[in-house]
């Protein structure tokens, strides 16, 4: 029976989504406490690559020696019954060898290296498995109503700006087509720093640790971040400064998290 065309004006609805679970990726320098922010989250699981959770007493899956091995976790958490409410990837970075381990066991006796496909080739294969990933991490949001953080270690890499010229930039440390994929999925890119100010004396600028730890929620010609949530622009490193923070700036119409 025909009800009309599917793109019709009587179709259209809202895009607002209420009570998602939040996708979120977390980079910055060694040891600043990204791992601690995840294990902070609800009743958290590790996907742990390296071994960033192991100062911690946190569950987690066995450490992944494949690409197979990371997406069958993850269809474990989308099939199975299980009490966890966030999925933790530690780190984005480390999987991003095992992607690239794969994409040439595909071809045996070719290709030893990710450049060995010819130019571009090879991160082009992988980016269809990260894309893999994300649909599969896309069914566990939606389905299994759990949380996604997103690990990751910061490079500084130069940005050639058309408008401003080449600068150096913090950002995560992947691949610009693999990174390009995961910014654009989060709701937001957290960059994770020690909280560092400049003072003069004796005629020289000398860096100052106030001994805080923060996040940077929004871009910055400095480091790469970006928020769905019209958050401030710096938080305490915190899940629970985090969460409120996301709370207090959620539509009222919207579900509370």
Request: net charge neutral.
């Amino acid at each position: 029976m025909t009800t009309g065309p599917r793109m019709s004006l009587a179709a259209v609805t809202s895009t607002r989504q209420p009570s998602r679970p939040l996708r979120i990726a977390l980079f910055g320098v060694p040891g600043v406490g990204k791992t601690t922010f995840a294990a902070q989250a609800p009743a958290p699981i590790f996907l742990c690559a390296e071994d960033g959770a192991g100062f911690l007493d946190a569950q987690a899956f066995p450490k992944p020696s494949s690409w197979g091995d990371v997406l069958e976790a993850v269809q474990e958490l989308m099939h199975g019954e299980h009490s966890f409410k966030t999925l933790v990837i530690d780190t984005l970075d480390a999987l991003e060898a095992l992607c690239w381990e794969h994409v040439c066991k595909s071809q045996p006796g070719k290709n030893k290296s990710i450049e060995d496909f010819g130019y571009g080739k090879g991160y082009v294969a992988a980016l269809d498995q990260w894309r893999m990933l994300v649909d599969r991490l896309d069914q566990l949001v939606r389905v299994k109503k759990m949380h996604v953080i997103l690990i990751g270690h910061a490079a500084v890499r130069k940005i050639d700006d058309p408008h401003s010229g080449a600068f150096d930039r913090y950002r995560m440390k992947l691949h610009e087509r693999a990174g390009d994929l995961w910014r654009e999925w989060v709701d937001a890119v957290l960059f994770a720093r020690h909280e560092v100010f400049t003072v003069e004396k004796k005629g020289k600028q000398r860096g100052v640790s106030s001994g805080a730890r923060v996040i940077h929620t929004q871009w910055n010609a400095a480091f790469d971040a970006k928020n769905r949530f019209d958050l401030p622009e710096t938080l305490p490193l915190g899940w629970e400064e985090f969460e409120h923070a996301v709370r207090a700036h959620l539509p009222a119409t919207v579900d509370k998290l």
